[in-house]
Nanobody
Framework: QVQLVESGGGLVQAGGSLRLSCAASERTFSFNAMGWFRQAPGKERELVSRINWLAHTTYYADSVKGRFTLSGDNAQNTVHLQMNSLKFEDTAVYYC?????????????WGQGTQVTVSS
């Protein structure tokens, strides 16, 4: 069973930066997309950013465009989310996700989640 291991969450002041990283336990397994979702208290889980390795495109939610940057290595099954100019409303549990099938469908694999807290 492939596992996604996340790191890099924490507490930061508004305006600060954090970098989240995610690595799959099996580097020989092939994903077509990897990215990050987040879920704030009382809200639904939402897609933050995703790399579609088949189409060579990267998606960003409107709320994070210009502030977050997603990078990754398809061969290594790793992704990194650089989050700058963090806002209080970015506070959430962030989940790494990976898709083995059609990139835009619901992910097949999820990380355990890492807490990001932005103090105002």
């Amino acid at each position: 069973q492939v596992q996604l291991v996340e790191s890099g969450g924490g507490l930061v002041q508004a305006g600060g930066s954090l970098r989240l990283s995610c690595a799959a336990s099996e580097r020989t397994f092939s994903f077509n997309a990897m990215g990050w979702f987040r879920q704030a208290p009382g809200k639904e889980r939402e897609l933050v950013s995703r790399i579609n390795w088949l189409a060579h495109t990267t998606y960003y939610a409107d709320s994070v465009k210009g502030r977050f940057t997603l990078s990754g290595d398809n061969a290594q099954n790793t992704v990194h989310l650089q989050m700058n100019s963090l806002k209080f409303e970015d506070t959430a549990v962030y989940y790494c996700a990976a898709t083995a099938g059609i990139p835009t469908t619901r992910p097949d694999y999820w990380g355990q989640g890492t807490q990001v807290t932005v103090s105002s």
